[in-house]
């Protein structure tokens, strides 16, 4: 099975993801659009894996310092690897030391049972579509521009999951293997910083 580990998002979020894609929809050329109800924050992706494996990963994670629930702002949109040949139309995320320390945390965890870690940087983000042919999208710029700044959120993160990658003809499902909830602030216990 196709896993990989992330943050799940909030409904209301969803939706309002859904109407940006919306509006951004009609001037897109060549792109796949993420269902909203597909959209998540991923910590990291670790292709296929194995049951065996799904309870090694499940074991080490569970073993992880705790977090305390944290807040992310979303703010503004991107393109990957770049908006002259872009693959990714993105939502990104501000700055957030915790998220990054997570995914560091959870990086770094995983190597321990066989995961190659991340050589690139985190880079927190929101897919809103792909294209299957990389070539400059400025209708989807202007799109943006003319619908002014664009800020989502926050949301508090209290948990993230292992989930199941199922590919399907109308795009990919998304089952929750495993969660790992957050702790409160008061509790004592360690905590990423």
């Known amino acids: 099975m196709r896993a990989f580990i992330a943050v799940d998002l909030p409904a209301e979020l969803r939706v309002e993801l859904g109407r940006w894609q919306e509006k951004l929809r009609k001037s897109a050329r060549g792109a796949r659009w993420v269902r909203p109800e597909g959209i998540h924050l991923t910590l990291k992706f670790l292709g296929g894996i194995s049951s065996a494996q799904v309870i090694e990963v499940s074991k080490i994670l569970s073993t992880l310092p705790r977090i305390a629930p944290f807040e992310i702002h979303f703010k503004g949109f991107g393109f990957f690897p770049h908006a002259g040949r872009p693959r990714v139309l993105w939502v990104g995320i501000e700055p957030c030391p915790t998220l990054e320390a997570l995914a560091a945390q959870v990086d770094k965890s995983l ?29 989807i710029e ?19 999951f292992l989930f199941e990658s199922i590919l399907r003809s109308q795009g990919a499902e998304y089952r929750k293997l495993a969660r790992f909830p957050a702790i409160p602030n008061s509790s004592g216990k360690r905590q990423i910083d």
């Open 111 to 139: 190597e321990t049972v066989g995961f190659a870690r991340e050589q690139r940087a985190f880079k927190p983000h929101l897919t809103l579509a792909r294209f299957r042919v990389p070539r400059p999208q400025p209708e």
């Open 142 to 160: 202007e799109a943006i521009s003319t619908n002014g700044p664009t800020v989502l959120g926050p949301i508090t993160v209290r948990e993230f």
